[in-house]
């Protein structure tokens, strides 16, 4: 059974920091690019960061370089974002990606954790 696990999601304060984790397990990981992606309430979901799946590319929608920083250990099986300097606009619903690098699919998505940022 394929899960995507997403953690670390909370209320922070206006620059402040967050690390979410994403934990994949029922697929082989290390074949997976991943992704976060991100859902305002009213709006669609957008990409947020993106890795290859040897973690040696990545790229960031513009909103949020020099801010956040994507990250994966595929002996954990495991995918991060670290995300400094957060903005209300920041907050959303974000969501864990997979998809199969090689062939582009199959794709899976994570149940998402809730980021807020409020003072």
């Known amino acids: 059974q394929v899960q995507l696990v997403e953690s670390g999601g909370g209320l922070v304060q206006p620059g402040g920091s967050l690390r979410l984790s994403c934990a994949g397990s029922g697929f082989t990981f290390s074949r997976y690019a991943m992704s976060w992606n991100r859902q305002a309430p009213g709006k669609e979901r957008e990409l947020v960061a993106a890795?290859?799946?040897?973690?040696?590319?990545?790229n960031y929608a513009d909103s949020v370089k020099g801010r956040f920083t994507i990250s994966r250990d595929n002996a954990k099986n495991t995918v991060y974002l670290q995300m400094n300097s957060l903005k209300p606009e920041d907050t959303a619903v974000y969501y864990c990606n997979a998809v199969e690098e090689s062939r582009g699919w199959p794709e899976y998505w994570g149940q998402g954790t809730q980021v807020t940022v409020s003072s």
């Open positions: 890795i290859t799946s040897a973690g040696g590319r990545s």
